[in-house]
């Protein structure tokens, strides 16, 4: 496996090793290995403390208050509880909920889920630039609106949204402002009071941290409760019931820790990465970018290959690993909704791969991908 170059970080991350590390530490019996719900013995004592030191690492990276962190099994679940929390616990103030088509599956298919329960949505059209405007949000606003669910940075175009003048509008309306940031966190600064975020869905294996744990930022403030998907032991404020996986909380918090001292030089090198493989190909000729570069993050790059079919170029393609539309629907082959989403048409949409980079990417890596795409092209397109 090892002469396979990973160009997928969208999808997941390897787990850092100093991730590793720290997470080892929280499992075995000369670890911390105990319930840190358990308040009667200095093993627990610890466990909690060990929690707590990672709810303050993953606050102090997006500028909140560890008092405001849930712990949740990824972000997957954050979305789910953020959306059907609060519209669940806001029903009498009203059921108008608005999000966008290219939203990640989590949202998309939580937001349907709300629709057949009665609640209604409104599914904002993107720009060609994977962005919605905030004067089409302002449009979309109505009196009965309780919240607005938009991402940071979209998983297969990579563009940033301006979340400060997205949650202007959604306050101005009386509404809250959700959003998914996945793929943001580490990737540009995020500082939830800056920004007016209300509530922020996280992931750990986005980031260099273990899979199945995340955490919904959920701002302190009397108007903001949600109602509960998990009930059991009330952990989490009532919120989000489990015993908590320490090792995975443990791991999630070093891996923002890391995010807070490296992702700055992570983003500039993999920019200079990025830009490796456009010079590259710029020379191969029917080439589109549906990622919109200048509002993008660096680390995620979607093209379309004119002339191709994008499963057939994956194949050719076998020691890159690549994803055509995201990870969760490669399975299908309908284009991609986030690109039908944003107005690339079909037979460009199938021939679309997105390439993501990460810590780990080197200049090799990308020259390897050249080398191969480079082989491959004329042969499909003959
Ligand atoms: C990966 C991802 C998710 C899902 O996160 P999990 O922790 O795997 O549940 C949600 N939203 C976005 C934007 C993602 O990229």
Request: net charge negative.
């Amino acid at each position: 496996m090892s002469d396979l170059v990973y160009l997928d970080y969208a999808a997941t991350t390897p787990v850092d090793p100093r991730v590793a590390d720290v997470m080892q530490r929280h499992l075995t019996q000369d670890g911390i290995f105990a319930n840190p719900a358990s308040r009667s013995h200095m093993l627990g004592w610890q466990a909690e403390q060990a929690v707590e030191s990672a709810r303050r690492q993953v606050a102090d990276l997006i500028g909140a208050d560890p008092r405001e962190i849930v712990w949740t099994s990824g972000a997957t679940e954050a979305d789910n509880l953020a959306l059907i929390g609060y519209m669940r616990a806001n029903r009498s103030r009203g059921g108008h909920l608005i999000t966008s088509k290219i939203e990640h599956k989590a949202v998309v298919d939580t937001a349907l889920a709300l629709e057949a329960e009665g609640f209604e949505v409104t599914w904002l059209t993107p720009g060609r630039d994977g962005r919605v405007t905030p004067e089409q949000l302002r449009d979309a606003m109505r009196t009965d609106t309780v919240l607005v669910s938009l991402m940071a940075v979209n998983n297969e175009l990579g563009c940033i949204h301006d979340l400060a003048g997205l949650a202007e509008v959604a306050h101005a309306g009386g509404a809250l402002f959700h959003v998914d940031a996945a793929q943001a966190v580490g990737r540009i600064p995020l500082d939830v009071a800056a920004l007016g975020i209300d509530l922020m869905s996280l992931s750990g294996h986005k980031v260099y941290g273990p899979k199945g744990v995340g955490v919904l930022y959920v701002k302190r403030s009397p108007d903001i409760r949600l109602a509960p998907l998990i009930h059991g032991g009330g952990h989490e404020r009532g919120m989000r019931s489990g015993t908590l996986p320490t090792h995975q909380i443990a791991g999630m918090g070093e891996a923002f820790a890391l995010a807070a001292r490296e992702g700055e030089a992570d983003q500039a090198r993999i920019l200079a990465l990025r830009d490796r493989l456009l010079e590259g190909l710029s020379n191969l000729g029917g080439i589109h970018r549906n990622t919109a570069v200048d509002v993008s993050v660096p680390n995620i790059l979607n093209l379309a290959f004119e002339g191709v079919d994008g499963e057939s170029l994956l194949m050719a393609l076998r020691n890159i690993a690549l994803s055509t539309g995201s990870a969760c629907n490669s399975a299908s082959v309908e284009p991609s909704y986030v690109l039908k989403g944003i107005g690339v048409p079909r037979p460009l949409a199938l021939a679309s791969l997105r390439f993501s980079f990460g810590r780990f990417t080197t200049e090799a890596d990308i020259d390897r991908a050249l080398d191969a795409l480079q082989h491959a092209l004329p042969g499909l397109r003959r």
